[in-house]
């Protein structure tokens, strides 16, 4: 089954901790990605990827890191996490071709207290 | 000004009527739309692509007017599943595959 698979899918931790959201795609897509959704402010993309070695800042980059190793990985790291990043995090997947839609995964949430 | 700006609403209504969302979007260079649909605390799942032309599916019906920078999608015979929220998404390729999400139209449909 074709799909985007996130981990964890939640997690409570206290600010500071290093912590990794891993984002895995089975559909050998190139185009990668991370998005923050607050309410009443949608979806803000952190970061992309547009192919391995290859990653670039999205809005709302500041207190995130990413690495494109493999093409089905696209991991989402916070080096020293702090409240404001307490969220719900979608990992999406494309082709890189015109009017190919995004697929995402099912969520995190990340709560940092 | 929101790259990308919808009607927050709620759209309360029963079942059975036509419900229109409209979206406008600032970037002329857009060139790919979609809606999508996310159900409460769940992933944002495509609905329909958005094309010139115009294009139905079903009970929906999206529109796209380049010049007046706005999309529409009708949705016809409302059912009570189909209440969740629609986002409008416009893609410009000048950023990569970068998708620019609106905040999203909320729709009840009720019995």
Redesign the interface.
């Given at each position: 089954e074709a799909q985007v698979t996130q981990n964890p899918r939640y997690l409570i931790t206290v600010t500071g901790k290093k912590l990794t959201v891993t984002c895995s795609q089975n559909m050998n897509h190139e185009?990668m990605?991370w998005?923050r959704q607050d309410p009443?402010?949608?979806?803000?993309?952190i970061y992309?990827s547009?192919n391995v070695e290859v990653t670039?800042k999205?809005d709302v980059p500041e207190g995130y890191k990413v690495s494109r190793k493999e093409k089905r990985n696209f991991p989402l790291i916070l080096e020293s996490p702090s409240p404001n990043q307490t969220s719900?995090y979608?990992c999406?997947s494309?082709l890189?071709r015109?009017?190919?839609?995004?697929?995402?995964?099912?969520?995190t949430?990340l709560s940092i207290l | 000004r929101k790259e990308v700006e919808q009607d927050p609403g709620p759209f309360n209504v029963p079942e059975g009527a036509t419900v229109a969302f409209n979206c406008t979007y600032s970037n002329s260079a857009s060139?790919?739309f979609?809606w999508y649909r996310q159900d409460c605390?769940?992933?944002?799942?495509?609905l329909m692509?958005v094309y010139s032309s115009g294009n139905e599916d079903g009970r929906f019906t999206a529109q796209l007017n380049r010049a007046s920078q706005y999309i529409s999608l009708l949705i016809r015979d409302s059912k009570l599943s189909d209440s969740a929220t629609y986002?409008c998404v416009v893609?410009n390729?000048e950023y990569?595959?970068?998708?620019v999400?609106?905040?999203?139209t909320i729709l009840r449909v009720k019995s």
């Open positions: 185009y990605s998005y009443g402010l949608g979806l803000r993309q992309y547009m670039d999205g719900l979608f999406a494309s890189v015109e009017n190919q839609p995004q697929h995402f995964g099912d969520g949430r | 060139q790919s979609f605390r769940k992933e944002p799942k495509l692509s986002l893609n390729r990569g595959n970068k998708l999400f609106g905040a999203g």
